[in-house]
């Protein structure tokens, strides 16, 4: 009986040894590193593995050919025949580390290597000695009884190092070569085998003819296992190999480091993003270029953002200006950081006056005014950028010139909390306190917002009115539906002024970086004590948006939105619409509603035959044929009826001529009877004297970020 159970004793051990469980996670799948490419597959940034490496994976059935014949000529020659475990190996390599009195040779096979490097990954502190060899011989053997022969060179070639933090026989081959193990020559297959044997040794940024030696003693095993024809082999051994630079791309680092933190640690091996690399290293080498004038306006940082109209994905995006530069704060994601917009916001006050019956031609008051506050007693007198009055401007003036005043007083007209809530449906998320905390001066950008944020709303004007998500995920917003915020007419005509070069060209000039060989909607914006400037423009197909400062906010020098981000944004915007093609067209044609008329220039009312100046506008077809009142014959002279609002600043600017013959009837008296009672009065000859500015009871405050000519 004891005879008989030695066999089934041994024959037990033996199913146990081959059948046994493995420990569990092994074959749990390997970390791999996450590359992050742009829209067309162009790498922007390999994050590493959970295990601090650069892995791609491969699987059984896509090993290529010549992978799998290099590595095993390198590796384990008998790999195809032996069942997890070569003795014959073993013994050699025994004999021969006894001669040499140290480890010259191990006698491990591909699948002992892929037992040792599995176990290794479950437990990086497990002790070395023969009773690990022991157990990676034992799971060795179950590896061979549970999967096939590829699919175990596979593992192997997906955990073996291959230097320079590279995991895996994939990843080395686009990291040293750029391409693809399917498409490597003989030449780069046996040398790629034979890194992970030494890999520091064989390092071939380093010790480049090392590994050149070891290559060569590869491809003469290939031709001994038949694996490569010896006329293949010389052929090999001639091909010179060029090895691309350490250097691995980092482009976006801002952008990819959002793409990352979204993705979570569960993150997939590859995400494809809406970046174009191409616009991506425009933008960077424009920065470069705009250095030395960013110097001397004292800027050190740069945040610029394109978006695609027509899917709300973003195409390119810049933090910083440059991502390494530690001491100015490079790391910082300055398209999302929060800053004054300055006058970038004025379009979004006068979309919402277009929505409630507000035109192009409406005459807004730029003269000295004061509004209450919130604060008893505190009123607020907003002032030009220039200091200067300009009377009476029709809105498209006003805002292609940019002036402070008739914003401010259409935002009266509006409320702070409906221009807030406007403000908010556009997707501004910075606006966290009430609007009595603002008050009317966020028209004039008093409170802080994102570019991004900035950028995505400037996009709802490009699409006559509709608002997207934006997106870094290509098709992200397929199927998603899109919100209307205005009609189409309120963001043609917002387009159509931020395009007029004519309009703007009182305050901007003309020639200046605001302009271009395609209509352009573009916007400045400064903040106060020059903190900050922006240019934000759009076309049909893009948006762009840039911003100029120091993240530490040291105040800019001799700088503002034209000076300092303007010359960036065109230079973008022509790379973007060389890039991203377009139609050449800032805006959508009007809809039918619209019509052509001539109006005065004055006063915005339809010209009439004494208005020495007119203009073309656009109006709705549907308001009522009335002349202008503002202008009419007497004793043979065109004499203006100023309203009473206008009368102080026409007097102090000359334009108040022997007192006008006003009709109170057809003068237009914004206040109501107050106003009509005033315009009476002001016909007469003499009239007393009366203190028109300051009003009663105001309170003046000193601004402490304003310079004192500003005060």
Same mark, same amino acid.
């Given at each position: 009986?004891?005879v ?8 037990v051990?033996?199913v146990?040894?081959r059948?046994g469980?493995?420990?569990a996670g092994?074959l749990?799948?390997?970390?791999q590193s996450?590359v992050?490419?742009?829209?067309n597959g162009?790498?922007l940034?390999?994050?590493?593995s959970?295990?601090?490496t ?9 090993v290529p050919?010549?992978a799998?014949a ?5 590796e384990d020659h008998?790999?195809? *025949? ?7 190996a073993t013994?050699?390599a025994?004999? =021969?580390?006894a ?10 096979t591909i ?7 599995s176990?290794?990954?479950s437990?990086?502190d497990? #002790?070395?000695g ?9 799971v060795?053997?179950?590896l061979?009884h ?8 596979a ?5 073996a190092s291959y ?7 994939e ?7 750029g391409?693809?193990s399917?498409?490597?020559?003989p &030449? ?9 044997q030494r890999?520091?040794?064989?390092n071939p940024?380093r010790k480049?003819?090392l590994a050149?030696? #070891?290559?060569r003693?590869?491809?003469a ?5 038949g694996?490569?024809?010896?006329a293949a082999a010389?052929?090999?051994?001639e ?9 691995r791309p980092?482009?976006a680092?801002h952008?990819?480091?959002m793409?990352?933190?979204?993705a979570g ?7 494809v993003t ?10 960077a080498?424009?920065i470069?270029?705009h250095?030395?004038a960013?110097?001397?306006?004292g800027?050190a ?5 394109v ?8 195409r390119?995006?810049?933090?910083? +200006?440059?991502y ?5 704060g490079?790391?910082?994601n300055g398209?999302?950081a929060?800053r004054?917009?300055g006058?970038a ?10 929505e409630g019956?507000v035109?192009?031609?409406t ?5 000295p ?7 008893p007693g505190?009123?607020? *007198? ?7 009055y300009? +009377?009476?401007l029709? @809105? #498209?003036a006003?805002l292609a ?6 914003a401010?007083s259409?935002?009266?007209g509006?409320?702070?909390p409906?221009?807030?809530r406007f403000?908010?449906r556009?997707g501004?998320?910075?606006?966290g ?5 603002y008050g009317?001066?966020v028209?004039?950008?008093n409170a802080?917002?994102?570019l991004?944020?900035?950028?995505t709303?400037?996009?709802v004007l490009a699409?006559?009115?509709e ?8 098709? +992200?917003n397929r199927?998603?539906?899109?919100? =209307?915020?205005?009609?189409s ?5 917002i387009?159509d ?7 703007r &060209? ?6 200046g970086?605001l ?7 573009v916007k400045?914006?400064?903040?106060? &004590?020059?903190?900050d400037?922006w240019t934000?423009?759009?076309t ?9 400062g ?5 105040p800019l020098?001799?700088?503002?939105g034209v000076t ?6 065109q ?8 890039r991203?093609?377009?139609d050449?067209? @800032?805006?959508a044609l ?9 109006i005065?220039a004055?006063?915005?009312?339809e010209?009439? *035959?004494w208005?020495p100046?007119?203009?073309?506008e656009?109006?709705?077809?549907a308001a009522g044929?009335?002349p ?5 014959l007497e ?7 100023w ?6 600043w026409?007097?102090q600017?000359g334009?108040f ?20 009672a005033?315009?009476? &009065? *002001?016909?007469?000859a003499? =009239?007393?004297?009366q203190i ?13 970020t304003l310079?004192?000519?500003f005060?």
């Amino acid at each position: 009986m004891a005879v008989l159970s030695l066999p089934v004793v041994v024959g037990v051990f033996l199913v146990w040894l081959r059948c046994g469980p493995l420990p569990a996670g092994l074959l749990d799948a390997a970390p791999q590193s996450t590359v992050v490419v742009d829209r067309n597959g162009m790498p922007l940034y390999e994050a590493l593995s959970g295990d601090g490496t650069r892995a791609v994976a491969l699987r059984g059935d896509t090993v290529p050919d010549l992978a799998a014949a290099a590595t095993v000529a390198a590796e384990d020659h008998r790999f195809w *025949s032996h069942p997890g475990v070569d003795p014959l190996a073993t013994l050699r390599a025994a004999r =021969r580390n006894a001669v040499e009195g140290r480890i010259a040779e191990g006698g491990s096979t591909i699948s002992q290597q892929v037992a040792k490097l599995s176990l290794l990954r479950s437990a990086p502190d497990r #002790r070395r000695g023969w009773t690990a060899k022991i157990r990676e011989a034992v799971v060795a053997l179950r590896l061979e009884h549970r999967l096939t022969k590829r699919e175990i060179l596979a593992l192997y070639l997906n955990l073996a190092s291959y230097g320079n933090q590279i995991s895996g026989f994939e990843r080395a081959s686009r990291a040293y070569f750029g391409t693809t193990s399917g498409m490597l020559t003989p &030449a780069q297959a046996a040398f790629l085998a034979g890194l992970p044997q030494r890999p520091t040794t064989f390092n071939p940024y380093r010790k480049r003819d090392l590994a050149v030696s #070891r290559q060569r003693v590869i491809l003469a095993r290939m031709v001994r296992a038949g694996s490569l024809t010896p006329a293949a082999a010389a052929e090999a051994r001639e091909e010179r190999l060029e090895f691309r630079a350490g250097v691995r791309p980092f482009l976006a680092p801002h952008f990819v480091e959002m793409v990352l933190a979204e993705a979570g640690a569960d993150r997939p091996p590859r995400i494809v993003t809406t970046l174009d690399a191409g616009l991506q290293e425009d933008v960077a080498g424009i920065i470069r270029t705009h250095r030395p004038a960013l110097e001397r306006h004292g800027a050190a940082n740069v945040a610029v953002v394109v978006l695609d109209n027509t899917t709300g994905e973003w195409r390119a995006w810049e933090g910083s +200006g440059d991502y390494f530069d530690a001491a100015r704060g490079g790391a910082i994601n300055g398209a999302i950081a929060l800053r004054q917009p300055g006058s970038a916001l004025k379009p979004f006050t006068y979309a919402l006056a277009f929505e409630g019956g507000v035109t192009p031609a409406t005459v807004l008051p730029d003269v000295p005014m004061h509004f209450p506050t919130a604060e008893p007693g505190v009123v607020y *007198s907003p002032r030009n950028y220039d200091g200067r009055y300009r +009377g009476p401007l029709r @809105a #498209r003036a006003a805002l292609a010139g940019s002036e402070n005043i008739p914003a401010v007083s259409l935002a009266a007209g509006l409320g702070a909390p409906a221009l807030l809530r406007f403000l908010h449906r556009l997707g501004f998320s910075t606006f966290g306190k009430s609007a009595a905390h603002y008050g009317l001066g966020v028209t004039l950008g008093n409170a802080e917002v994102r570019l991004d944020e900035l950028v995505t709303a400037y996009a709802v004007l490009a699409r006559g009115g509709e608002w997207v998500r934006a997106t870094y995920r290509p098709g +992200g917003n397929r199927g998603v539906e899109r919100r =209307r915020l205005m009609s189409s007419r309120t963001a043609f005509w917002i387009t159509d002024i931020l395009a007029d070069d004519e309009a703007r &060209a009182y305050i901007f000039g003309r020639g200046g970086s605001l302009e271009f060989p395609f209509p352009v909607a573009v916007k400045t914006g400064t903040s106060q &004590a020059y903190h900050d400037n922006w240019t934000v423009g759009y076309t049909t197909r893009a948006t762009v948006g840039v911003w100029v400062g120091n993240f530490d906010r040291r105040p800019l020098r001799h700088s503002s939105g034209v000076t300092g981000a303007a010359p960036i944004f065109q230079a973008v915007m022509l790379a973007a619409h060389r890039r991203m093609g377009g139609d050449g067209q @800032a805006r959508a044609l009007p809809d039918e509603s619209l019509e052509r008329r001539d109006i005065c220039a004055l006063s915005g009312e339809e010209a009439n *035959s004494w208005c020495p100046a007119q203009r073309r506008e656009w109006i709705e077809r549907a308001a009522g044929h009335v002349p202008c009142s503002w202008h009419h014959l007497e004793e043979d002279r065109v004499k203006v009826a100023w309203p009473a609002e206008y009368r102080d600043w026409a007097r102090q600017n000359g334009q108040f001529e022997k007192g006008p013959a006003v009709r109170a009837d057809r003068a237009y008296t914004p206040q109501g009877a107050a106003g009509a009672a005033v315009a009476k &009065a *002001s016909g007469r000859a003499t =009239r007393p004297l009366q203190i028109a500015n300051p009003p009663a009871g105001a309170t003046y405050l000193i601004d402490p970020t304003l310079r004192r000519e500003f005060q």
